[in-house]
Structure formats: structure tokens, C-alpha cells
């Protein structure tokens, strides 16, 4: 099973799972609550992106279990204009980053691109995990936080 | 960006000559570490406002503002009026349509969150997906009942 169908399971679990074609080509996704129901709607526009598919799912997700109870509608957007989140994205985010790398992991590889001394640390991550940089980025603040870093 | 935070207008009465609500604003803003021109781009308004409401001097907000400052702050109008300690909001379960739907587009009208605030298109078409998973969800719901 791939990570992507593993977190599609878990998201279809938990919330109702839609395609949708949103005409703006800025919104990956989006969480909403109702009455305790989570819904995640995801753009068509990312349908044929795995990557993509996979960290809004988790992003998404990462709103279900990080916000209060009550009714909510949380856009995610794509990486281009994810600049200056709020807190709760920022939450979202991290749990999404938590979800799909592993600590151990994600610090081995880390140091062993900084011994390769590697440029764009990043976008390297990102390749190697098969995800986006954001969330690359909240995983390093992740374990920042965590002092493990 | 999220949607919080429901009252009655009966609650507005409660702000005249209570203390509680500027110091209460003032914490706030403070706990979340924004200043009063940054409170005031969320709110529509001027940040001299912002700061008559925080001095409790002169100016008080009208119910719009009021319901504007609750959700920007994911308080209860309650705990910003002084009738509570709980800063909780209520859980806003069975919501009607309109009312949910008036909800989104107040909280994703807000620039807070993001880089750039929503376009009217935007929140349109947020909107317009949130209805179509609502009759979804419904239809569905009747289905696996009749069945």
C-alpha cells in the first residue's frame, strides 16, 4: 500500500471525500465541518499530481484533528500563495508533516544531504520524501519545536 | 479562518457601561499577539477604533463588529461582553443553511490566515462547493435511509 493510498483510506474514513472542480486554480483543497461531519474537497486541478493529492489530503486532515469542535471551512492553498499562515494552517501543517515523515528518518536524511553539502536542502527533501516543500518546512519548525533539531 | 462563535442580539445590551469588554479586547489582541492595525484590517475598520474600543472611552461596537471581533478572536460574544469567563464559543451545532452559509463567507472575507485574502470569485465558489456537498450529503443520507 502507498502512502497515498494509506492516508486516502484514512481521510475517507474519517471525513466525506469529494473531487470538485473549483474554478480557482489557487485552491488545492478544502476542509469544512458541519455539525461534527468533516468534509474535505479536493480540486480536480490536482488530480493527476500524487504528490500534491497526498499533502493537501494530510493538510486537510491536519485541520480535522487540530481544531476545536464547532463548524469550520478551511481553504488550502497552493504552495505559491501559502505565504504568512495563520496559526491554524501552521497546526494543520504540521500535523500533516508528522503524519507522512518519520522524525528519525526525515534527521538522517538530513544530515547526510548536509554532509553532501547540498544547496537546496529543501527541495531535495522534498523529492526524497514525495511531498511538498511546505511541508518539508513545517517538519523542520516541527522538530525545531521538539528541540530535535 | 474559521467559523465560530454565535449570539443573540439580546447580548449587545450587555455592553453598555460594562467594563469587562475593553480590558477583555485588549487581552485578547495581546494573547494573540497582533496589534491594533492588524485587528482593524480584520475588522474593517479604523485602528483609532480599535483603540477607542480598547480604551472603553468612548466608542463601543455594533452588533456586526461585535460578532466580527468573536470570530476573529474565536471567542464567545459571551466572554467578550463580560458574561462569562469560558471564552469557549458555543459549538454552533444544527446551524441553519443560510446561517452557515453567511458564516463562510464572513470568515473567509478576513485577510487573516493567508497571503493574499480571497477574491469574491473565490468565496463564491467556496460557497457554491459547500452547498453542493451539503445536498450531496443529504441526498445520500435519504438514500441509505430508504434503503
Known amino acids: 500500500m502507498t502512502q497515498l493510498e494509506r492516508i486516502w483510506a484514512f481521510a475517507d474514513k ?32 490536482i488530480s493527476n499530481r500524487p504528490t500534491l493529492i497526498k499533502c493537501t489530503l494530510a493538510e486537510e486532515l491536519g485541520h480535522h484533528y487540530t481544531l476545536q469542535s464547532g463548524n469550520y471551512v478551511m481553504p488550502c492553498f497552493s504552495y505559491a500563495d501559502q505565504c504568512g499562515l495563520g496559526r491554524c494552517e501552521k497546526r494543520a501543517l504540521r500535523w500533516a508533516a508528522d503524519y507522512l515523515i518519520d522524525d528519525y528518518e526525515f534527521i538522517h536524511v ?3 544531504l548536509a554532509k553532501q553539502e547540498c544547496l537546496d536542502e529543501i527541495t531535495a ?24 533539531l | 479562518m474559521f467559523l465560530t462563535a454565535t449570539h443573540s442580539a439580546i ?3 450587555g455592553i453598555g457601561g460594562s467594563l469587562m469588554f475593553p480590558e477583555r479586547l485588549k487581552s485578547l489582541r495581546n494573547q494573540k499577539g497582533v496589534t491594533q492595525d492588524e485587528v482593524a484590517n480584520a475588522l474593517g475598520v479604523s485602528r483609532a477604533t480599535v483603540a477607542g474600543y480598547e480604551s472603553g472611552k468612548k466608542r463601543e461596537p455594533d452588533y456586526e463588529t461585535l460578532r ?22 458555543p459549538s454552533d451545532e444544527h446551524l441553519t443553511p443560510e446561517e452557515y452559509d453567511r ?5 473567509l472575507s ?15 465558489d467556496i460557497l457554491k462547493y459547500i452547498r453542493w456537498t451539503r445536498e450531496k450529503h443529504r ?9
Open chain 2, 139 to 147: 441526498m445520500e443520507k435519504e438514500k441509505k435511509r430508504d434503503s
Open chain 2, 68 to 89: 466580527k471581533i468573536a470570530d476573529y478572536f474565536s471567542v464567545s460574544t459571551d466572554y467578550l461582553l463580560g458574561r462569562t469567563d469560558d471564552p469557549t464559543p
Open chain 1, 14 to 45: 474519517h471525513c466525506i471525500v469529494n473531487w470538485y472542480d473549483f474554478s480557482s486554480s489557487r485552491i488545492n483543497g478544502i476542509y469544512h465541518r458541519v455539525d461534527g461531519q468533516g468534509f474535505i474537497g479536493l480540486s480536480n486541478t
Open chain 2, 11 to 13: 447580548l449587545i445590551v
Open chain 2, 103 to 107: 458564516r463562510v463567507v464572513a470568515a
Open chain 2, 110 to 124: 478576513r485577510s487573516d490566515g493567508y497571503g493574499e485574502p480571497l477574491t469574491k470569485e473565490e468565496i463564491d
Open chain 1, 110 to 112: 538530513g544530515q547526510a
Open chain 1, 125 to 148: 527533501l522534498a523529492s526524497i520524501f514525495d511531498v511538498t516543500p511546505m511541508i518539508v518546512q513545517a517538519k523542520m519548525e516541527a522538530l525545531e519545536t521538539r528541540g530535535m
